[in-house]
Structure formats: C-alpha cells, structure tokens
C-alpha cells in the first residue's frame, strides 16, 4: 500500500469518515448543477477506489435527483506509461472496464481517489477516447495533491491537500480496506 522502502514516519489523518461523506455530498451536487441535471452523465470510476467513489457519488445524485444515474468502470492498465503491474509471465494484469451504456455523446465524469502527477487519468481518458467519443470529460476527484506533470485540472474536488513529494496519500474506503478514512504518511 505505500511506495518506496523507506521507514514511514507520522501518519496524519485529513479526512476521516463523515469529511469524506461531506465532500462527496458537495462533489454529488456540483456535478448535478454544472451539467444542469444528469440527462446524458455517465459516471466512470478507476480502478480501483474510483469506482467504489463513483458508485458514492451515484448514490448520493440519486437521493437527490429521485433517478439513478449510470455508473461504469475503466481498467487503464494497458494505458499506462509506466506498466507497473505485472503478472509472473511479465504481462500486465488487466482487470475490466465496464461501462452500462455506448458513451458516445455523452458526458462522462471521469472518477479517482487521489490526483497527483495527471499521468493516471491520463491513460483513463485514453481508455474512454478508445471506446468512443464523450461530449465531454470532466474529471472528479476526492484528493488533489498538487505536483502535476501533465496539464489536468479537476471539475470536482473533494479536498485539496498540499504536498511534498516525499509525502505519500492513503484514501483508504471501507470497500476495500474496512475502513473510511485519508491519511498522509511522510517517509
């Protein structure tokens, strides 16, 4: 779960369950007033926890709106510039993208957890580009931490966090880890 072989020092925790509820709440209802409603929005999640947020998202958009909204999911393994992971036959891992409608002409809200350096949603909007040709892409993140390499900037923001570059971000999601909560850890 963290990067790097250094001992982690200090662990501080800057969202914990109800922030991150709130935060979602507010992303829920800036997406439904910038697009006017969500005629024609389709929420697509990163693997990994940006599904798990996307279906948040979705759910909070469907108290609100009284009709649920689509939600999908994009697998960029073979998108990334990097291919970090790896099976033993030294083949990236791929996992599904699954998506519940064509997404041509659609608007589609582009989902993770933690924007750092761009290259991830990068290879998700090549991933989408792939599968057909969005209206419009926004993108919406729980984290942004700043230290862009690319020129991505998010729609929706949860929480913006300063950061160093030493510093590492943990969203950790019940779904997943047993527990809600965001972490910064200092190696």
Same mark, same amino acid.
């Given at each position: 779960m963290f990067k790097g072989g250094g001992a982690l020092q200090g662990k501080a925790i800057i969202l914990d369950e109800q922030a991150i509820r709130r935060?979602?709440?507010?992303?829920?209802h800036?997406?439904?007033?910038?697009?006017?409603?969500?005629?024609?929005?389709?929420l697509v999640g990163i693997r990994t926890r940006g599904i798990y947020i996307a279906n948040r998202i979705a759910n909070h958009?469907?108290?609100?709106?009284?009709?649920?909204?689509?939600?999908g999911e994009v697998d960029i393994t073979l998108?990334?510039?990097?291919?970090? #992971?790896? *099976?033993?036959?030294? =083949?990236?891992?791929?996992k599904s993208t699954q998506l519940p409608t064509e997404i041509t002409n659609?608007? /589609?809200?582009?989902?993770?957890?933690?924007?750092?350096?761009?290259?991830?949603?990068?290879a998700g909007m090549d991933a989408l580009m792939d599968?057909?040709?969005?209206?419009?892409?926004?993108?919406?993140v729980l984290i942004d931490r700043g230290h862009r390499e690319?020129?991505?900037?998010?729609?929706?923001?949860?929480?913006? #966090?300063? *950061?160093?570059?030493? =510093?590492?971000?943990?969203?950790?999601l019940s779904e997943v880890d047993?527990?809600?909560?965001?972490? /910064?850890?200092?190696?």
């Open positions: 935060a979602l709440t507010r992303i829920s800036e997406i439904i007033e910038r697009n006017k409603g969500i005629d024609d929005c389709v958009i469907e108290k609100i709106e009284g009709s649920p909204i689509q939600v998108y990334r510039d990097d291919l970090s #992971v790896k *099976t033993v036959n030294n =083949e990236p891992l791929l659609k608007k /589609i809200i582009l989902v993770d957890d933690v924007l750092f350096t761009g290259r991830t949603v990068r599968l057909g040709r969005p209206a419009q892409i926004q993108l919406a690319l020129p991505i900037r998010p729609d929706f923001i949860g929480k913006n #966090v300063p *950061t160093s570059r030493t =510093e590492i971000v943990n969203v950790e047993n527990l809600d909560q965001v972490s /910064i850890t200092k190696e």
